[in-house]
Nanobody, 125 residues
Framework: QVQLVESGGGLVQSGGSLRLFCAAS????????MGWFRQAPGKEREFVAA????????KYAESVKGRFTISRDIPKSTVYLQMNSLKPDDTAVYYC??????????????????WGQGTQVTVSS
């Protein structure tokens, strides 16, 4: 049974930093892409970043480029999202997800098979 468990969310002031964690278990993710998505109140879910599990290639949404960094630790089976220079617009529930289309680094949520429960990030102005 695949499980993705996010942690690391919280309340931070504008300009601050947070690091999100996604502990992945239940299968081998070697051919997978791991992604981070977010959903703010009243808005649609949006893509944030993705990483190819084995090769480490990355993709970012324009809104977070230069501020967020996605990475993974294969032995620990954990994906990270380092978020710097946070803005109030970054406030959302952040979700970790896994897609079998590792080579595509998909930005579409519908191409992800597994999802975590989400962790809240709140950035105060």
């Amino acid at each position: 049974q695949v499980q993705l468990v996010e942690s690391g969310g919280g309340l931070v002031q504008s300009g601050g930093s947070l690091r999100l964690f996604c502990a992945a278990s239940g299968r081998t993710f070697s051919t997978y892409a791991m992604g981070w998505f977010r959903q703010a109140p009243g808005k649609e879910r949006e893509f944030v970043a993705a990483i190819r599990w084995t090769a480490g290639n990355t993709k970012y949404a324009e809104s977070v480029k230069g501020r967020f960094t996605i990475s993974r630790d294969i032995p620990k089976s954990t994906v990270y999202l380092q978020m710097n220079s946070l803005k109030p617009d970054d406030t959302a529930v952040y979700y970790c997800a896994a897609s079998p289309l590792g080579g595509l680094l998909p930005a579409l949520g519908t191409l992800y098979d597994y999802w975590g429960q989400g962790t809240q990030v709140t950035v105060s102005s």
